[in-house]
């Protein structure tokens, strides 16, 4: 949806933490979900996908570290032992 070379800055920032991966495609189709919440609030949503063992292990130092800001900071939304 959003040309590479025109970055976003989002204002909404969303890791969602799936079983396993998710396919690009999907991925691209989720994240063009989120246009019309653009349209109507004016809100950028950025979404992040990890698989949950990229969460419990993470295999960058920058994904280590949003890893601890998430434990720390993060609120979750909804879980699926809810």
């Not at 998710?22 to 994240?31: G, I, M």
């Not at 949003?66 to 909804?78: A, D």
Request: glycine fraction near 4%; aromatic fraction near 8%; include cysteine.
């Amino acid at each position: 949806m959003w040309p590479a070379h025109m970055p976003m800055n989002s204002d909404i920032d969303l890791l969602v933490i799936t079983e396993s991966e998710v396919s690009s495609q999907t991925q691209e189709a989720l994240l063009n979900e989120t246009y019309p919440l653009y349209l109507e609030c004016g809100r950028q949503i950025s979404p992040q996908f990890w698989s949950a063992r990229k969460f419990d292990q993470p295999p960058t130092e920058k994904e280590k570290a949003l890893r601890q800001r998430v434990l720390g900071e993060g609120k979750i939304l909804l879980s699926r032992h809810e």
